[in-house]
Structures are given as structure tokens and as C-alpha cells.
């Protein structure tokens, strides 16, 4: 009886979908495991081998976990909403709802070829109105909440429309608004609904203000930082702008402290954790603000070293910064905006990493020293940036690296003094302000004061004159949420007076319009704005025709979507109760799930997807929707599995006319005067109406070439080639001397446009869905890249045939109910115990070559021991699901083998009752003998010297001394 991969895997596929094997219970006496994967997103080009990878490991866990009794949730579901949909929507008209659900069922097929234990019932799509109604759902919650710093946590707008009905607003401590304007109790009662509503936005966790953003004109869009790769957006390379546009944003900032205390909670990696704490940047200061001479204007500046007061020089403000056109004289304005135009073309990252450029100009403003009253330079440089701190710096060119560079670079221009540089670059910044902040001081409350007591009485006298004030600053920016895209979650908001009303939650969903185009309108507007049909009816509480805004019952909806991480910023919770018509999740469901145990996933997210997931949840928490703080227990970024690419080499010619040449990777590097290249490339050059001369200028780029027009590893099928694409068609191509044309391989990210992807389905097709799920894990531990070879599965193809073989011959089952040897218990223990530990420590590569090595074992002992063979399929069982069922119920069994329990290990079959002594004559070792452990030294010795091999060894000689170590040496000295 053979092993036939594809109708085994087929089989037991359509049994679990059909049972519904791996549906979790939201009510069950058994403890909970949740274990999830990365939301997809489901591209067009399906998945690759190296997808898989995290989903395999995951499954692994999820199986495994029911084999301990766990009641399992892993569920799988879509990140559905994305830019990538709608630019196809833009190049074919096609409507971005039609290729996503042709994407995701394409994704589905594969996945499911794979075999992976998801709850399929529960799955989820972020682009589907039921679920998205959720997403509106928390927004109108965000939208109706403002942050307590007294209580640590966020509170219903209703709780602080009452403190300033009672009190007014002077005593508030709120996360808000800088600039808010105070106002009594009779003021706010005083106020119209209006003016009432402007001031509560200033409070809101999700708010409208004028934000600056990254503009991406060629997409029409706003971007966030995580999707700009080196000054250009990561989809499409086009050119990014920083723009001022009035936004919807999220007050991710009030959560900083809690995001970074909540770290040392949860089992992530160091690395990832401490990419978080980078990004929210935590810093304690002084807020000092520093007069602009001869005006009503302040420049709020946010520094570590308020010591350091006396060093200033020069102030330094974003070319964003809103006083930079209020303070800007005549006579610098045109150099100014000159500035701010060119600094509008680099983004934010771009400036953040630059430490080399130094370029800036110069106000013509002085500000005032808050103590010497000394008239302080105002210049503009990029190097500031408006959104982190207040955009303005204090600059003490003594005392910081980049300000003494700024300093030095314009000395003696416009108002720039001559600095003199005591700055010590040879050791840290952090090092010389410890060492030296003590110089840096020029005054009489100052002196003798170490940097530490200097900065308390600097925020001391700042706070007499009502120039500052100590403050714990945060690079951590709110996050912007709208995007001008169509294909993204409709924000469930319109607008009375130009001020956003949210729509009752009983309405939602909004929908997504159908619309004819894509693109922003005429006139810039986002693409909804090409909506005819896209107004609120406040009657009948309906969506309604834009010609029928009154502005007294129909009102304009907003026509930015959410962005991309919206929906994935809550969807493991939905997963709980996915199909709850009423509520994201019922409490039962949240109380029992909690959170996630192990969530598995690409390191890309940490500032993006990750920190944004738990905010929400932390808001979710403070609101009492769900029990827990942080959404993810424990955390594995997944390594990449690389592609090995190839490469031909192609002529490059500056005449035009010049043939196209590919050479064979070989030739190249070889002058090789026997080839057909060196014989008669000067014939080929003179066919084509060039000269010799022409021939001896030709030079060669390597390109990259479909690795599915390989003969084998290094050597290309050309008629392949010249039939993948017409470039090729027409090319002149030159050999090796054994008639091969090789190409060179070099290993890179597994990628659609570098032509090295692998589909899985051509290994499941080959070899079998269990070959690629420990093929993959045995590459290397999950957590390392690794290249992907396909000469290599074969091996483990291998392997599972060898397993089969334990259990049948040709003429089927050969399992036996015989006691096992010691010998084969032994075997079998090991690997329970290496894969037990193997998986609780997510080291599963190990695990495959212990697989491995119990076979050729078993196989040596000739095994076919039904208490053997049982427990082995469990154990083979997460890995290697299809060949484990099969098994299973090939040795009559009923239902599916996933539940049944994992083998124990038993530390009896280890323990060695025997050793195999080697026996040595004067350090020669002769012979071996095998004998009890439990026996004495007199014992040993008086059955060795009774051994024929002994007797014989000694020729009727009597030994000098007999030295035994019990378990380990015999030695015999004549």
C-alpha cells in the first residue's frame, strides 16, 4: 500500500471542512488558547511559499494545544480594505470589491491546500459592511470620549460636559489641545451649541484640526509614515510632500505612558519592545516659552536641558511652524517661502535621517532670552519638525552636536554669531552634558549647581517669571486617520455648520457609495466626493441625494475614508464573536477569550499596526467594552524565507544598433578563447553594420529571469526564455563549451518583481501539503531568514514515505499489538520529549530532524508495534496533519485524530539499565562488553577477567592492576 499524498490530503481536507473539526466553543469547561496570525492582505498575486511560514508555526501550536485539551480559537480572516485594491480599481475600472473577494477566494484555495486548522466559521473581512459597522462603531465611541489624567484613563464626553457646566474648565486635567482658552461655568452655559462643540473637539479622543501630513499626488492620498520608504510611497515609488490639510486624527498621544508601561507586561521580544519605546520617545524637560521681540507672539520650546538656558544662540523653528509666517520680516520673506517650498518635497523620515545636510534660513525675528533679555537669532531649518516637541528648538551650539553644525555652517550670516566650539565630539552627547553642563551656566542662581539641581531651579525661576514650566515630553504624535481613498471604511459623520455630528449608532452601517470613478473629483475632493448619492437625511435617518443637501435636514457626509490599519486595529476581538448582529463581541465572549496568547507575525508592524492595536484595546478597556489592557500576551515575529533569484547577463551598447548579447553566467568571468563568444563576436558586431572596434565596447548588466525557466539549479531552459517574454525572443545567445547556458543565483527577498517566487501549490501539488509544512519549518528556527531550495524537500518527501513504511507493506496495514523492545520505547520517548519541548519553546526545526531519527531508527529495529505507532502519528500529528489522520484511522480509529491526547513522556524508557563498556588493555581499547549498571567494581571485575577475549588478551599472564570506573571504563594493566 503506497503513500498517494494527493488523495490523502484531498480526503481528510473535505473531512474537516465538512465536520467542521477545528470550530472553537465560546462555552467550554476546558481552558482557553488563542492563537492567531497576522492579518493578510489579499493580493493579487496570491500567496508564495514564503506566506505560509508563521501560519504553519501557528497551526503547529493551535494542533498541538488540542492534543492538550485546550479549546482552540484560530481563526483566519481578511485585511480587506487597502490602497493596492483601488489602484487596480483606477488602471482597469474595475470595482475594488469585485477583485478583493477574487483575491480572497484565490487566497482560501491555497490556504486551504495547506491544510491549516482554522475556525473558518468565524472568518472575517474587513471591507464587509457587518463588520466595518464595528469599526464606525468604536470611532463614534473614540469620538465621544476625552482622556482624564486624574483617572488615567479615557471617560465619556458627558462626564466633562458636566465639570464645565459646574465649574468650567480651569481645574480640568485633560489630554487636549494646546492654547485652550479658559472659561467658567456660567461662560460655557453662556456659549451657543456651536461655540460649545468647537471647544469639545479640542478634547476629543478623534478629532478635526489642521494636521501636517504626507501628500502623495500621484496617489491622490495622505500617507502614514510606515508606508513612505526613503522620501517616496512604498506602493508605486511616487514622489511625497508634506501638505497642511484639515484631518480627522486619533489621540493615540494620551495612552504614551500606559503603551510604554504596558511593554514590561507582555512576552514580546526585546528588540520589538524597544522599537516601541523608541518610537513614543519618552523625555523629561521643561516647556520654556521665549517672547518674539516687539510683538504679542511666544515660541514654546520643549527641552531635556532647561539647564543649558544660558548656552542658547540661536532658535530654530520648522518650516511648517504656524508662527513662522507671523514673524517673518519683509526682507526674509521671499527666501523663506523659497525654503518652505523646497522643504515640502522631503518627508519626514527623509529629514529625520539626513544628519549630513545642513540648510536652513534666517526669519529676521530675534526672540528674547527669558532671564538676560539678549535678542536670540529666529532661523528656519529642516532638520526641526513640526509635529514632534512644539517644532521650535532652543539651540546651544556648545553643548549639541547638529546646533554647533547649523551654527557653524551659517556663522557670521544674518544675525548667526561666530561660535566658538567647546564641543567634544569624542565622546557622547549625554556624556559631555554630564561632564560639562556646569560651564554651560552664566548666572548667579545657577552657578556651582550640577546639571540635575540646575534644572530644577531653571523650571523654578522659569515658573516665577511664567516663562515655563517642567513637562514630560513624547515623540509619539497623534495618529492621522483620514485618507482621500474610496476604498477604506466611510466615516459615519456629517456636517451641521461645518462642525461633525455623529450618526446614531442604530443607523450604522453607512455604506460604501458606488461611484464611476475612482479618482479625487475635479476640484481635489476625495474620490466619495464623485458620489451623487452622499448626504444625510436626518428624517429618515438615511443616506440621501447630494441635490437634496438643505442644510436643514440633509447634510453633506465626509468624504475622507479611514485608513488602512482602522480595521485591523480591533479585528482579533471580533474573531470572538464574529457573528453578533448587536454588539463587536458579547461580554461573555470577551470575558472568556480575553486576549491572545500567541500572535504570530511580520516585525514590520511594530510602529504601525501593533502600537495602533494597542490603543485601542487600552480605550476599550478604560470604556468597560473589554477586560483586559493589552490585546497580545505573547508575540513571535516570524523570519523570511528568501528567494534565490537568477540572473543572464545582457549586452549594454551606446550605438543602438548594436545586437542584444546574453552571455552564460561562465563567460563572463572566464577568458575563454575556445567559446563561441570570443570566436565570433566580431562577426556578429560586423553583421549588424558595426566595426570590431564597436565589438570591443560592449559591457553586460545582469537582469533577473523567471525561475520557472530553469533547467535546473544553475543552468536556464533557453526556449523557455526566449517564449517568457519578446526581449529575449530576438536576442543573440552564447554558450558555455558544454553547450549549457548558466545563469548566476544570488538570494534575496522572495518577491513577484525580482521573478524568484515559489507557489506552494506546485509543492503540494508535487510532494504534498505535509512535506511543505516541515519543509519549511526545518529550513531554520522561525524567528531567522532563511533561503528557500527546492532540491532540499525532497528529503523530507522522503522521510514521510519512510514513515508510511513503518505502518504498511504493499499488501497494507503490517501493525502488530507485540510488545515493543526497550529499545523501541526508548526511540519513541526521546520524541515525544524533543517535540514536547520543541513546541512549548517554538523551536520547531528541531523537532523535524527528531522526526528524522526516530524513523531510521524504528526502521533499524523494524518497528511495527501498534504501541508504538499510535502514539508516534499523534506527535507527527501537528506537523504533519494529513499523513497523521490517514494513519490514525488506517489503524481503526473513529472521527479525527486532533483531540486525542498528546503522548507523556515517560523518563523510565531513558534511564539506561545497561552500558556498553569498551575494555582496555595498557589504554588499548580491545573489545566491548555490555553489562548492568547496577553492578559493583568486584562484580565488573570478576566477569571480565572471566571473559574468553580477557583470557585470551592476558596469554596466562596476571595483570599489574585492573582499573574500573562504574558506567564508564574498564581497563586492564599487564
Known sequence: ???????????????????????????????????????????????????????????????????????????????????????????????????????????????????????????????????????????????????????????????????????????????????????????????????????????????????????????????????????????????????KMTQWSMRISAYAERLLQGLDTIDWTESLKESQRN??????????????????????????????????????????????????????????????????????????????????????????????????????????????????????????????????????????????????QDISEAAFAEKSGFELVNSDFLNGLDYKVGTKKVIEELEKIGQGKGKTNYRLRDAVFSRQRYWGEPFPVYYVNGLPQMIDVKHLPIVLPEVEKYLPTEDGQPPLGNSSKWAWNTVTNEVDFNENIDNVTVFPLELNTMPGWAGSSWYWMRYMDAHNENEFASADALKYWENVDLYIGGSEHATGHLLYSRFWNKFLKDRGYVPTEEPFKKLINQGMILGMSAFVYQSIHENKNAPIIYLSEGLLHKDNIESDWYTKKDELFLKHGLTKEDAGKVTFRAIHVDISTLKNENEVDVDKLKSWRDEFSSGHFFYENDGKFKVSREVEKMSKSKYNVVNPDDICNDYGADTLRLYEMFLGPLEQAKPWNTAGITGVYGFLKKLWRLYFDDNGLIVTNDEPTAEMYKSLHKTIKKVTEDIENFSFNTSVSQFMICVNELSQLKCNHRKIL?????????????????????????????????????????VESEKEYPVSFNGKMRFTIKLPLDLTKDQIQEIVMADERTVAQLAGNTPKNIIIVPGKIINIVG
Open 1 to 243: 500500500m503506497k503513500y498517494f499524498h494527493e488523495q490523502i490530503e484531498a480526503k481528510w481536507q473535505e473531512y474537516w471542512a465538512k465536520n467542521q473539526t477545528f470550530a472553537a466553543s465560546n462555552n467550554s469547561e476546558k481552558p482557553k488558547y488563542y492563537v492567531l496570525d497576522m492579518f493578510p492582505y489579499p493580493s493579487g498575486a496570491g500567496l508564495h511559499v514564503g506566506h505560509p511560514l508563521g501560519y504553519i508555526a501557528s497551526d503547529i501550536v493551535a494542533r498541538y494545544k488540542r492534543h492538550k485539551g485546550f479549546n482552540v480559537l484560530h481563526p483566519q480572516g481578511y485585511d480587506s480594505f487597502g490602497l493596492p485594491a483601488e489602484q487596480y480599481a483606477i488602471q482597469t475600472g474595475q470595482h475594488p470589491e469585485k477583485t478583493t473577494r477574487e483575491n480572497i477566494a484565490r487566497y482560501r484555495e491555497q490556504l486551504d491546500k495547506i491544510g491549516f486548522s482554522f475556525d473558518w466559521s468565524r472568518e472575517v473581512r474587513t471591507s464587509n459592511p457587518d463588520y466595518y459597522k464595528w469599526t464606525q462603531w468604536i470611532f463614534i465611541q473614540l469620538f465621544n470620549s476625552w482622556y482624564n489624567n486624574d483617572t488615567d484613563k479615557a471617560e465619556d464626553i458627558s462626564t466633562l460636559i458636566s465639570i464645565f457646566s459646574k465649574e468650567g474648565n480651569a481645574k480640568v486635567n485633560a489630554v487636549c489641545d494646546d492654547n485652550i482658552i479658559s472659561f467658567s461655568a456660567d461662560e460655557w452655559n453662556a456659549f451657543s451649541s456651536d461655540e460649545q462643540q468647537k471647544i469639545l473637539l479640542q478634547y476629543r479622543l478623534t478629532y478635526l484640526a489642521e494636521t501636517e501630513v504626507n501628500w502623495c499626488p500621484a496617489l491622490g492620498t495622505v500617507l502614514a509614515n510606515d508606508e513612505i520608504v526613503n522620501g517616496v510611497s512604498e506602493r508605486g515609488g511616487h514622489p511625497v510632500i508634506r501638505k
Open 279 to 424: 518610537w513614543i520617545g519618552k523625555s523629561v524637560g521643561a516647556h520654556v516659552e521665549f517672547r518674539i521681540q516687539n510683538s504679542e507672539f511666544r515660541i514654546p520650546v520643549f527641552t531635556t536641558r532647561p539647564d543649558t538656558i544660558f548656552g542658547v544662540t540661536f532658535m530654530t523653528l520648522a518650516p511648517e511652524h504656524e508662527l513662522v509666517s507671523e514673524i517673518t520680516t519683509p526682507e526674509q520673506k521671499a527666501a523663506v517661502d523659497a525654503y518652505i517650498e523646497a522643504t515640502a518635497k522631503r518627508s519626514e523620515r527623509e529629514r529625520m535621517a539626513d544628519v549630513k545636510t545642513i540648510s536652513g534660513v534666517f526669519t529676521g525675528a530675534y526672540a528674547e532670552h527669558p532671564f538676560t533679555k539678549e535678542p536670540i537669532p529666529v532661523w528656519i531649518g529642516d532638520y526641526v519638525l513640526a509635529g514632534y516637541g512644539t517644532g521650535a528648538v532652543m539651540a546651544v551650539p556648545c553643548g549639541d552636536e547638529r546646533d554647533y553644525a547649523f551654527a557653524n555652517f551659517f556663522k557670521g550670516q544674518n544675525g548667526m554669531p561666530e561660535i566658538k566650539n567647546i564641543f567634544n
Open 870 to 910: 499510535e502514539p508516534l502519528a499523534i506527535v507527527v500529528s501537528p506537523y504533519a496533519p494529513h499523513i497523521a489522520e490517514e494513519l490514525w484511522s488506517q489503524l481503526g480509529h473513529e472521527g479525527s485524530i486532533s483531540t486525542v491526547a498528546f503522548p507523556i513522556f515517560e523518563e523510565k524508557y531513558l
